[in-house]
């Protein structure tokens, strides 16, 4: 029988799940035999974002490579149905395209549920739900369960090698699936990494080796992965994804200290510790390397670096300082710029960003933004607290408690704000992007001591322009038990700006502090640059008479103020010296100013006496004793020596910059002469040029001339030659005239008349044709005593047309063929009873049978030759099958031997 009715019969029975199963399977099932085999058709970039684990019925879906452990999507890769009434539903389903280290857990219609890895029963489930895992490894055999049931569509050589993948074996039952097929996602512990940290021929200790992926190890650590993603992830030898940089291309000792960095234990807010920064991600070769690697860093809130052909992986934490700088190490004539703010376009005071979260079955969730009403209020100044937010990717992080250390680190990072650009001397042109180093400048304003080299430029001499960017260590503190934020908080954070560790500015002088009408008393007055952090509470100045080792304390409670006044422990006729510190809570290192001196002696105490007339110098008259205008003008005479001095540090600094600018108003002079010279060269250069070309313009107005008359001389030769061909025009027309009368009448030639008559004739001829209706022609040949014709008809009526070929063996007609037409419609019979093909090269020229003519349930059909359909449906042959069968008619559906039928007609089933 044919095979299209053998291959429906099977699923007369089939239970609800079978037919469930056929709604998807039928159109889209069988084309997933081949994915593996055929290139990737590109799609689409973009990461899979969103819900995780989605099943993937796209014959042309991207592979996939998994870094720590993460939720692939999976994609369909076979399926097939078994047992009684077709309740068995079986499953291949392709995890990823690498090997992966194992199988950690499993979600069924998103509940998690426990799974035995040796017999593969789900919890709840029994032996009604089974799922095994495969992990890819070299040497995979087969998946046994599935070859048993298949017919022979999945044999003992399908073994999906160099993939990790999973069998589902869904027994139907009603009461476990009511829901129809259950939906399963995979928890997957992935890819086995190389760590040269591990490699003693590397530079590290230990077994493992880049050249035996047999020894690599499963690591979520973010710096491996993405050491392995610049060195290029393959699979059986066969390259993922990743940029193939040779080993000595990665400088070894970064990142050593960037994967140490990722594996140190931190404390969570809701108890013990985890790992600082790891990754767990599905990714896929339509990705674009930058996109992996800036995935890879952002999780560990790092950079990579690529300076002079060498990659340096950093981690998101505080760096060893390689070099204080100081103005001995500047070269004084270049450039010098500080800009102290970034641009609004630039800023950033809130941080928002998703992560995926494993307690809510792997899907993308917001964490609580990071907010600074300080920040806000900082960067709208005038107009008002402004909101400038960044939002972050953190969908490979798995881990709340790390999404929010990077969350914090971006945000410090985002309120350090200082670019500094300088020239250094040639001693320093090994500094390279990514160190950090201190400068300390006496001459130059600087926002803090501590910068990362940002840019460099060598020049020949090896003098080198460096920028910098304004760090500090305190970038990647996080205390989690007050820095991490719960989910139902909204909190408002301190500023994420440089933390005050030092009081800035500070200085002392001496006063004078009325005690009464007659009395005055010594004192000091401390002044620094107002603090305006939230988290210091409080200054504490120290000071003493110099030369003494023990000192005494002044607390000011209001560090804001800028300046503090006090007499108490102040002396007459002494020099004092002071220093101050920062007190801040909750408590953090603070550095002391160091002594400062106030460079005179202290007004000596004055008290309340009985007066004594006696004569005082004028220098001796202590302020109390002056009247308003002569205080005024003795005050405006120390401030006046206060004022020449800074004017005098002022003018040297001018001095400075007057000869520095100087220097430069003479480089330019020689540059403009230089350039006078090279202008009055091109003068003369455009005045040789311009007599050239007149001299060339002589020339061509010769040529022109030339041309002219040249052109003038053809003009009057074609006039010429137009006037004789009118002439010869004549002559011809009136030979026409007489060529037409000789036409008419020719010696022994037939007149019009003649051929008038002709014309009648042939025209009842072709009538007496027409009405004889077909011609019939025919070929005969007689061989051995076999006789054979071939007959052809041809039919014209000027309507109806019929054309017939009539093959004839022995006196008896085989096999006619005849076509018909109306004009409209064409139609062509062929008396066969079967129809046969050959090859003469193929199959040694016998022929193979197409169709037949056969009798089922009293009528007679064309059916199909069965060979053709059941090789055609052979597993892993037909690669792409879509049915959109909305209705099946049929009488009676039987298989060739006639002992199993179902008549749809009578309701008569039987199997046999």
Same mark, same amino acid.
């Given at each position: ?9 099977p699923?007369a029975?089939a239970?609800?799940l079978?037919t469930?199963?056929? #709604?998807i399977?039928a159109g889209?099932g069988?084309?997933?035999?081949s ?6 058709k590109a #799609?689409?970039?973009s ?7 989605? +099943?993937?019925l ?13 939720v692939p ?5 076979y399926?097939?149905l078994?047992g009684e009434n077709n309740a068995l539903?079986q499953?291949v ?12 857990? +499993?979600y069924?219609d998103t ?10 029963q789900?919890?709840g ?9 495969y ?5 995979q055999t087969?998946?046994?369960e599935?070859?048993?049931?298949s017919g022979?569509r999945?044999?003992a050589?399908?073994?999906c090698?160099g993939?990790c993948y ?5 027994n139907?039952v009603?009461e476990? !699936?009511?829901?129809g097929?259950?939906?399963?996602t !995979?928890?997957?512990k ?5 760590d040269?940290r ?6 590290g200790?230990?077994?493992?080796r880049w050249s ?13 992965v993405e050491?392995?993603?610049?060195r290029g992830?393959s699979?059986g ?8 940089v040779p080993?000595?291309a ?10 140490n960095?990722c594996d140190?234990?931190?404390?969570k807010?809701a108890g013990?510790?985890?790992a600082?920064y790891r990754i767990?991600k599905v ?12 995935t890879?860093s952002?999780?560990?809130?790092g950079?990579?670096?690529e ?8 981690a998101?934490?505080t760096?060893?300082?390689v070099a204080?700088l100081?103005d001995a ?7 010098y710029?500080?800009?102290?703010k970034?641009p609004?376009?630039?800023?950033t005071?809130?941080?928002q960003?998703? !992560?995926?979260?494993p307690?809510?079955g792997?899907t993308q969730m917001?964490?609580?933004?990071r ?9 709208g100044?005038?107009?008002g607290p ?8 953190l969908t490979?992080?798995t881990s709340?408690? $790390?999404a929010q ?5 971006e945000r410090k990072?985002?309120?350090r704000?200082a ?6 001397v040639?001693k320093?042109?090994?500094?390279e992007p ?5 400068l300390?400048?006496?001459r130059?304003?600087l926002?803090?001591?501590?910068f990362?080299?940002l #840019?460099?430029?060598?020049?020949n ?10 760090v ?6 996080f205390v989690a ?5 719960n989910?139902?908080?909204v909190?408002?954070l ?13 200085g ?13 008393a010594?004192?000091?007055?401390a002044t620094?640059?107002?603090i ?6 409080e ?10 080792a023990?000192?005494q304390e002044k607390?000011v409670s ?5 300046a ?11 020099i004092?010296e ?5 007190v801040?809570?909750?408590?953090r ?7 400062q001196?106030?460079g005179a002696?202290t007004?000596? #105490?004055v008290?309340q006496?009985a007066?004594?007339?006696e004569?005082?110098?004028p ?5 109390a004793?002056?009247?308003a205008q002569d205080?005024?003008?003795a005050g ?11 004017v005098?540090?002022r003018l ?12 430069s108003?003479? $480089?330019?002079r020689q540059?403009t002469?230089?350039?006078r010279a090279?202008?009055?060269v091109?003068?003369q250069?455009r ?9 060339y313009?002589v020339?061509?107005?010769?040529? +022109?001339?030339?041309i002219?008359?040249d052109?003038?001389?053809t ?6 030659l ?5 002439t010869v025009e004549g002559v011809v027309d009136a030979?026409s005239?007489a060529?037409t009368?000789?036409?008419a009448t020719?010696p022994?030639?037939?007149?019009v008349?003649a051929?008038n008559?002709l014309?009648?004739r042939?025209t009842t001829?072709?009538g007496?044709?027409?009405t004889q ?5 025919g070929? $005969? ?5 076999h006789?054979?014709?071939?007959n052809?008809?041809?039919a014209?009526?000027?309507?109806n ?5 009539? !093959?004839?063996n022995?006196?008896k007609?085989?096999s006619p063929?005849?076509i018909?037409?109306n004009?409209?419609?064409l139609?062509?019979a062929?008396?066969l009873?079967?129809?046969?093909i ?11 049978q197409?169709?037949? +003519? ?5 009528q007679?059909?064309?059916a199909?030759?069965?060979t053709?359909i059941?090789h055609?449906f052979?597993?892993?042959?037909i ?11 049929g009488?009676l ?7 199993s039928?179902?008549?749809t007609?009578t ?6």
């Amino acid at each position: 029988m044919p095979m299209i009715v053998g291959f429906l019969a099977p699923l007369a029975g089939a239970s609800a799940l079978t037919t469930a199963f056929l #709604q998807i399977g039928a159109g889209v099932g069988l084309s997933f035999l081949s994915r593996k085999i055929n290139s990737k058709k590109a #799609q689409s970039a973009s990461a899979p974002t969103g819900i995780q684990g989605s +099943l993937q019925l796209d014959a042309s879906t991207p592979r996939q490579v998994l870094f720590g452990t993460a939720v692939p999507d999976g994609s369909l890769h076979y399926w097939q149905l078994s047992g009684e009434n077709n309740a068995l539903l079986q499953m291949v389903v392709i995890l990823v395209d690498h090997e992966c280290d194992s199988l950690t857990g +499993l979600y069924v219609d998103t509940v998690l549920k426990s799974w035995d890895p040796v017999t593969g029963q789900v919890d709840g489930y029994g032996p009604d739900l089974i799922v095994k895992f495969y992990s890819g490894a070299p040497g995979q055999t087969a998946a046994s369960e599935i070859v048993v049931n298949s017919g022979g569509r999945w044999t003992a050589d399908d073994k999906c090698t160099g993939m990790c993948y999973a069998t589902i074996s869904c027994n139907y039952v009603p009461e476990k !699936f009511p829901n129809g097929i259950p939906k399963i996602t !995979f928890i997957v512990k992935g890819a086995k990494l190389y760590d040269p940290r591990f490699d003693s021929t590397a530079g590290g200790s230990g077994a493992q080796r880049w050249s035996n992926p047999a020894t690599w190890v499963w690591t979520d650590n973010a710096a491996t992965v993405e050491y392995n993603v610049l060195r290029g992830f393959s699979s059986g030898g066969l390259p993922l994804l990743g940029m193939r940089v040779p080993a000595a291309a990665i400088r070894f000792s970064d990142y050593v200290s960037a994967a140490n960095s990722c594996d140190e234990a931190v404390a969570k807010k809701a108890g013990g510790t985890e790992a600082r920064y790891r990754i767990n991600k599905v990714f896929n070769t339509l990705q674009s390397n930058r996109e992996i690697l800036e995935t890879c860093s952002g999780a560990m809130a790092g950079e990579l670096i690529e300076s002079g052909g060498i990659y340096r992986i950093m981690a998101g934490v505080t760096q060893p300082v390689v070099a204080a700088l100081s103005d001995a190490d500047l070269v004084v004539k270049k450039r010098y710029t500080v800009d102290p703010k970034r641009p609004r376009s630039r800023l950033t005071n809130a941080i928002q960003a998703t !992560f995926t979260d494993p307690t809510h079955g792997y899907t993308q969730m917001p964490l609580p933004p990071r907010l600074s009403s300080a920040d806000e209020a900082i960067d709208g100044g005038v107009v008002g607290p402004i909101r400038l937010t960044k939002t972050l990717d953190l969908t490979a992080v798995t881990s709340r408690s $790390q999404a929010q250390r990077v969350m914090e680190i971006e945000r410090k990072r985002a309120r350090r704000q200082a670019v500094v650009e300088v020239t250094l001397v040639a001693k320093w042109f090994r500094l390279e992007p990514g160190d950090w180093i201190t400068l300390s400048s006496t001459r130059r304003f600087l926002p803090s001591p501590t910068f990362e080299v940002l #840019q460099r430029r060598v020049a020949n001499d090896l003098t080198t322009t460096v920028t910098l960017g304004e760090v500090d260590s305190a970038i990647d503190d996080f205390v989690a038990a007050t820095d991490e934020i719960n989910d139902d908080q909204v909190l408002d954070l301190l500023s994420a700006g440089p933390p005050l560790n030092t009081v800035a500015g500070f200085g002392i002088a001496n006063v004078v502090m009325s005690t009464g009408s007659a009395a005055s008393a010594p004192a000091l007055r401390a002044t620094w640059i107002p603090i305006l952090d939230q988290t210091v509470t409080e200054l504490v100045i120290e000071y003493r008479r110099v030369g003494d080792a023990v000192s005494q304390e002044k607390r000011v409670s209001n560090p804001a103020a800028g300046a503090a006044i006090w007499s108490s422990g102040v002396q007459g006729g002494a020099i004092y010296e002071a220093q101050a510190i920062a007190v801040a809570t909750p408590a953090r290192a603070m550095s002391w100013s160091g002594w400062q001196s106030a460079g005179a002696a202290t007004a000596p #105490q004055v008290v309340q006496v009985a007066a004594v007339a006696e004569y005082i110098a004028p220098e001796n008259i202590p302020p109390a004793e002056l009247s308003a205008q002569d205080k005024f003008l003795a005050g405006l005479s120390a401030a006046l020596g206060e004022v020449q001095g800074s004017v005098d540090d002022r003018l040297l600094d001018i001095i400075a910059d007057v000869q520095e600018m100087a220097l430069s108003q003479l $480089q330019h002079r020689q540059q403009t002469g230089e350039t006078r010279a090279r202008i009055l060269v091109e003068e003369q250069t455009r005045q040789t040029l311009s007599e050239s070309f007149g001299s060339y313009s002589v020339m061509v107005d010769a040529a +022109l001339a030339t041309i002219t008359g040249d052109v003038l001389g053809t003009s009057n030769a074609v006039n010429s030659l137009t006037t004789r061909v009118t002439t010869v025009e004549g002559v011809v027309d009136a030979n026409s005239a007489a060529i037409t009368a000789v036409e008419a009448t020719l010696p022994g030639k037939a007149t019009v008349t003649a051929v008038n008559s002709l014309t009648t004739r042939v025209t009842t001829a072709e009538g007496e044709i027409t009405t004889q209706g077909a011609a019939v022609t025919g070929l $005969q040949s007689t061989v051995g005593g076999h006789t054979n014709s071939i007959n052809q008809i041809v039919a014209l009526d000027g309507v109806n047309k019929r054309y017939a070929l009539v !093959f004839d063996n022995n006196g008896k007609a085989v096999s006619p063929i005849e076509i018909n037409g109306n004009g409209k419609l064409l139609t062509m019979a062929l008396a066969l009873s079967q129809l046969k093909i050959y090859d003469p090269g193929l199959n040694g020229g016998a022929p193979i049978q197409m169709f037949t +003519l056969q009798t089922i349930n009293g009528q007679v059909v064309a059916a199909l030759n069965g060979t053709f359909i059941a090789h055609a449906f052979e597993a892993g042959l037909i690669t792409a099958l879509k049915a959109n069968l909305t209705e099946i008619i049929g009488g009676l559906f039987r298989n060739e031997a006639n002992t199993s039928y179902w008549n749809t007609e009578t309701g008569d089933l039987q199997v046999g």
